[in-house]
């Protein structure tokens, strides 16, 4: 069973920023994806970032030019850097593995509030 734990999040002004991170543990093969999504209060969850296995990235259009998405491939850990935050990027960021046996996996998440 893959667990992931996010770790990172943290009140931080606007204009700052943060790096996230996300251990993943029980790995058995290397996974297809990784990626961080978030979920604000009485908003449905939506996607952040992806990076594939070759390194491929994707970002949501409110989020590009201002995060970065990485992998330590060694570790099939995954993390996001995330620059000139505002209020609107406050929310629970959660990682996700979706593996190359179908299987998808969540972590517990992790709090990020933007606020001066």
């Known amino acids: 069973q893959v667990q992931l734990v996010e770790s990172g999040g943290g009140l931080v002004q606007p204009g700052g920023s943060l790096r996230l991170s996300c251990a993943a543990s029980?790995?058995?093969?290397?996974?297809?994806?990784m990626g961080w999504y978030r979920q604000a209060p009485g908003k449905e969850r939506e996607l952040v970032a992806t990076?594939?296995?070759?390194?491929?990235?994707n970002y949501a259009d409110s989020v590009k030019g201002r995060f970065a998405i990485s992998m330590d491939y060694a570790s099939v850990s995954v993390y996001l850097r995330m620059d000139s935050l505002t209020p609107e990027d406050t929310a629970v960021y959660y990682c996700r593995q979706d593996t190359n046996y179908g299987a998808i996996y969540w972590g517990q998440g992790t709090q990020v509030t933007v606020s001066s």
């Open positions: 029980g790995v058995i093969s290397r996974p297809n994806a």
């Open positions: 990076i594939t296995i070759g390194g491929r990235t």
